[in-house]
């Protein structure tokens, strides 16, 4: 897996410090065995109590975004509440499987605070579910990128994963 582009493309700003301190320490760490991009779209601004209908056009307006920056012949893993929950060893088999098969880029999609638009869901090689409680949106990009971190230290047989 070693040299494979990881790319995770965010819907929505990191505000918070502590989040973006999280991030900046797990990109560096992930620096030693990838290629990371990480890419910050914004999300669309809704009204206070938007319409379900608002909120589709809204979605549907990040995912044209969203593919803009997917590139060709990548592995796409959209991280959504009704996907299937991997441990992180099956997730690291999962993308060495992916990288073996020729896949040269991994490709994570976060969606805004009110999800993502089906049709991302739709050209997803894999829907990954990190829990189905709710977390914000922000967290769960702390928690991927420590998760790929993870993936990549279990696949050289590091003590990092117990």
Known sequence: MKGIG??????GKLKEKFYADAVAEYVKRLGAYCKLQLTELPEERLPADPSRAQIDAALEKEAQAVRGKI??????????V????LSSEKLAAKLEQW???????LVFLIGSSYGMHPSLKDIAQLKLSMSPMTFPHHLARVMLLEQVYRCFKIQEGSGYHK
């Open 99 to 105: 990288s073996a098969g020729g896949a040269s880029n």
């Open 71 to 80: 590139p060709k012949g990548a592995a796409v893993i959209a991280l959504c």
């Open 82 to 85: 009704e996907g299937t929950l």
């Open 6 to 11: 990881v790319h995770i493309i965010c819907v």
